[in-house]
């Protein structure tokens, strides 16, 4: 059962355009989301989050949107750089801990110089 | 402040073989998690432990057990090894649950292939 997806396994994007990062949940109860990014042979690391008290979050280029109607949130990117190239994972709590989590199957994304 | 490190990086067992990970936890962090990615797969959580003891547990059988110490170091064992137990292992140091929303911090993983 999987309660967080990401539907593109891939996207290539343009250095200096927009990245968008897409993931549906299938859980209202969630409330809160991150993203983490991993590069190859590292570990995740933390990027951004969001509250389900809100619509958006944002941190320098990167701004996270949560739809929570349409059960959907997404990370932009802006303006893309070739570092940004990495696997992006979003992911909501397992349970009330706040510390144990649901991750999507994540997007590759490859930023073209 | 020190990072998650994991060992061994990489490590090659046969099937029905047993295999220990290991963990040292980020300084000031007493709470451990584990989880499994698989191959073009997102991390999937096994369990975390929380003052030496289990507290949660993902959909995994009970071949896969763990251990905490008071240094709050973890270790991950699997036994009776399957093929599919091919995967990287990812421990993540964080604060204790309960505190709300608590970002994980990950480290570099092990690469488990089992033949």
């Known amino acids: 059962d999987q309660q967080v997806k990401q539907n593109s396994p891939s996207l290539s994007v343009q250095e200096g355009r927009i990245s968008i990062l897409n993931c549906d949940y299938t859980n209202s109860m969630f409330d809160y989301f991150l993203w983490y990014k991993k590069y190859p042979a590292e570990g995740p690391t933390f990027l951004i989050s969001?509250?389900?008290?809100?619509d958006k979050n944002e941190d320098g280029r990167f701004t996270v949107f949560l739809n929570k109607s349409a059960k959907h949130l997404s990370l932009h990117i802006v303006p893309s750089q070739p570092g940004d190239s990495a696997v992006y994972f979003c992911a909501a709590p397992l349970g009330r801990t706040g510390n144990q989590f649901y991750f999507g199957t994540g997007t590759s994304l490859t930023v073209i110089p | 402040e020190t990072g998650v490190t994991q060992s061994p990086t990489h490590l090659i067992k046969t099937r029905g073989q047993q295999v220990t990970l290991r963990c040292s936890s980020q300084s000031g962090h007493n709470t451990v998690s584990w989880y499994q990615q698989a191959l073009g797969q997102g991390p999937q959580f096994i369990f975390q432990?929380?003052?030496?003891?289990?507290?949660g547990r993902g959909n995994f059988p009970p071949r896969f057990s763990g251990l905490q110490f008071p240094n709050y170091s973890s270790e991950l064992n699997v036994n009776a090894l399957e093929l599919d137990d091919s995967a990287l292992y990812l421990c993540a140091s964080s604060s204790p649950p309960g505190q709300g929303a608590s970002p994980l911090h990950f480290g570099n993983g092990t690469r488990l292939t089992v033949t």
């Open positions: 432990y929380y003052r030496e003891e289990e507290n």
């Open positions: 969001i509250s389900s008290i809100k």
